[in-house]
């Protein structure tokens, strides 16, 4: 019977990076169990991502219904540091003409890394890399042997013999020299999980990661394939000096355990390690069998030093260092007792590794308070002292000159970091928009843009966090539709949205669109609303869920049409979506965003757009509006809010940047290819709008009777 090590905590502190590499921008991000202290020494574990994927896909994947999922969480709440980042041509970082090779990596991971050492006051750290990312980490490790404490290589490949994934890649190897970038879609991210061994993992996994990715590309760099199948090997292991933990997992079919000792056999360290992990496909950190690599990876890092009588090397731990330095062997690890797993052999090789072998303890005790109150002793006696009119007009003098001045706090704001609350997990529209727009005002503030994503209650944790803020102008919120709408959805409600925020500006429009599965016999809005008319109570619209978007401009085309249809709700557009495409379900309100793919695909046929006039999104269909049902608009929309009594100065500063970010040319571009229109308005319009989006959709839900609680 096997222990499951569960997560310590969930991360609850995160913050973005921008190195450069030359005029190439990389996205580096880090999260913590809390916000960093002055002299904190956490041990910093720095996360290299691999060919198929980007850093926040590969190492925070945040999946519905999983909360176990984030590797990156799950090693902050082990007390770690973590970072990671996106190499050039993936996720955030720029795209260019480049294939983003192996050698191209290391020199991402050697941009990155005076931000880390910036960051963290430390100049050595541990690395883990999972397939051609281990390659990179590898080849870093060769290069900068002062950077690298501690090296885990997972899923990596030396010479390449006896390795049928990479044998059957070859096929493609003028592909891959031809092209710098190749296309990617949804079946090649399930292609990743199944292609080694069906079942171990979960196609929800495979779903949740092609939503990230395809939200951000639809092509990946070819480098790393090229490098795999052409030019190994790429690291010399005799040249990589710091301790070294090989990873394999049982089904793996690009690391043939073979080829992995070989490579073991040149590393000159004698504080090595083999793992041979059962259970485990090539993607291991998202597998069913997760927990086994990381417990692996975490007593790998967490190994006590060797300890010898008389030496200078793994001296006593009770003896003092001469210099009185920090140890040099890399970041700094509570003492613990001796993990179970042997380490310092020649061939050590853990076989079917399970938690029978122990639990990992957290690096540092989580569960400590606050600091103890004042205690009497420590408190100063206070003695009513009589004041004479001079010293009470001194003293009042004084109050006066520490009181703000309207204006002065918006010229010297911001003073300290920034925080966006984002309604919505990673990944998805309104998370994007935050990380286009974040970077661009921590550059114009000179201040960091904390991006904190708080999920949950169809936004209402967020909104009710921005609300009860303190209204200083260092919190503000992203919100989406559902601010507007929520209060007359649910009947415990802590926020007024017309009364409890300061508007900043509108960011984006998304648009719904009207589509149909190619099997109805309706080719148009009239023909479609005769057919439901024809067919009373049998047409089934489909939604993302109760009181979403597409629920709602169901219910109005229903109020407006006077049509009765069925109201199919799912978890979430995906699923609402491929029931359409499946044929399952007629209709569906979907948002641009996500019905585009299909329509161009002939998987659903559009019939109209739900914006009020015809969209840059799709100026081919016409407005539902246009087809007899003036006034008719359903937009999805995202849009910046601060607590109310927010200084005026800060919200007007707050709103010129972002709408500066948002007319920036490189930003309309990558919203519009996300079928997302930029708008960007003054802070009296995007008020208005949230009062006639409230009043709006507060008639409708009441005469639908639709109610979440």
Not at 182 to 203: Q, V, Y
Request: glycine content about 8%; proline content about 7%; overall charge positive.
């Amino acid at each position: 019977m096997h222990a499951e090590v569960r997560d310590r905590a969930a991360a609850t502190w995160s913050a973005e990076y921008w190195a450069h590499k030359g005029k190439v921008r990389l996205y580096v991000y880090r999260k913590r169990a809390a916000a960093p202290k002055k002299g904190d020494r956490s041990p910093v574990l720095f996360l290299v991502h691999g060919s198929s994927m980007s850093s926040r896909s590969g190492f925070d994947l945040q999946v519905p219904g999983r909360s176990d999922y984030s590797l990156m969480d799950h090693f902050a709440g082990l007390g770690y540091d973590v970072w990671t980042m996106d190499h050039e041509g993936y996720g955030r970082s720029d795209k260019t003409d480049s294939n983003s090779n192996v050698a191209s990596g290391a020199d991402d991971l050697a941009a990155a890394m005076p931000i880390v050492e910036r960051e963290t006051g430390q100049s050595t750290f541990f690395f883990y890399g999972g397939s051609s990312g281990a390659l990179r980490a590898a080849l870093f490790a060769q290069r900068h042997p002062a950077r690298v404490a501690r090296l885990v290589l997972s899923a990596m490949v030396y010479t390449g013999e006896g390795s049928p994934t990479l044998a059957k890649r070859r096929e493609k190897l003028e592909e891959y020299r031809a092209n710098n970038r190749r296309k990617i879609d949804r079946a090649f991210f399930h292609s990743m999980f199944t292609r080694d061994r069906p079942g171990t993992s979960e196609p929800i996994v495979a779903d949740a990661m092609a939503d990230a990715e395809l939200a951000l590309y639809d092509s990946i760099p070819t480098g790393t394939y090229l490098d795999m199948c052409a030019h190994l090997p790429v690291v010399d292991p005799a040249k990589i000096t710091c301790p070294v933990l090989i990873i394999r997992g049982e089904y793996d079919g690009i690391a043939a355990e073979p080829d992995l000792l070989r490579f073991y056999d040149e590393l000159p360290s004698k504080d090595k390690q083999f793992a041979f992990i059962s259970g485990l496909a090539h993607n291991s950190t998202l597998g069913i069998n997760r927990h086994k690599v990381r417990h692996v990876i975490h007593a790998f890092l967490a190994l006590p030093e060797n300890r010898s009588i008389g030496g200078c090397y793994g001296r006593d731990r009770g003896e003092a260092r001469e210099d009185g330095a920090a140890a040099a062997a890399g970041p700094s690890l509570p003492e613990r007792e001796p993990h179970p797993v042997r380490a310092g052999g020649r061939h050590i090789v853990l076989r079917a590794v399970g938690a029978g072998a122990g639990r990992p303890r957290p690096l540092r005790d989580r569960r400590r308070g606050a600091p103890a109150p004042l205690g009497a002793r420590d408190r100063r006696r206070v003695r009513n002292v009589p004041m004479s009119p001079l010293r009470l007009h001194w003293v009042l003098a004084c109050c006066a000159l520490a009181a703000p001045v309207p204006g002065v706090a918006a010229e010297a704001y911001p003073a300290k970091p920034v925080r966006m609350i984002v309604a919505v997990p990673p990944g998805g529209p309104a998370d994007i928009l935050a990380r286009l727009v974040g970077p661009r005002l921590t550059e114009v503030l000179g201040q960091t843009v904390v991006i904190d994503n708080r999920p949950g209650a169809n936004g209402n944790i967020a909104y009710e966090m921005a609300a009860h803020a303190v209204p200083d102008g260092y919190t503000f919120v992203l919100v989406a539709a559902g601010v507007a709408i929520n209060p007359s959805l649910y009947r415990e409600v802590r926020y007024d949205p017309l009364r409890d925020f300061a508007a900043i500006t509108l960011g984006v429009a998304v648009p719904n669109i009207l589509i149909v599965h190619p099997s109805v016999p309706a080719a148009s809005v009239p023909e479609l609303i005769a057919l439901a008319k024809s067919r009373a109570g049998q047409l089934t619209f489909a939604s993302a869920g109760n009181g979403t978007s597409g629920h709602l401009a169901l219910e109005l085309f229903k109020l407006r049409a006077g049509i009765d249809a069925v109201h199919v709700p799912y978890k979430g557009g995906g699923p609402a979506l491929a029931e359409v495409v499946a044929g399952q379900v007629q209709a569906l309100f979907s948002l641009a965003l996500a019905a585009t793919p299909q329509i161009k695909a002939g998987r659903v046929r559009a019939l109209a757009i739900t914006s009020g006039k015809r969209s840059a999104v799709a100026p081919e269909l016409p407005t539902v509006a246009e087809l007899g049902f003036p006034g008719f608009e359903v937009i999805g929309w995202f849009g910046w809010l601060a607590p109310a009594r927010t200084p005026r100065g800060i919200v007007t500063r707050l709103n010129t940047e972002i709408v500066k970010a948002l007319n920036a040319p490189e930003v309309r571009e990558r919203l519009l290819s996300q079928s997302t229109e930029p708008v960007g308005n003054s802070p009296e319009a995007f008020a208005a709008f949230i009062s006639s989006e409230h009043a709006k959709w507060a008639d409708v839900i009441r005469r639908a009777g639709i109610r979440m609680d």
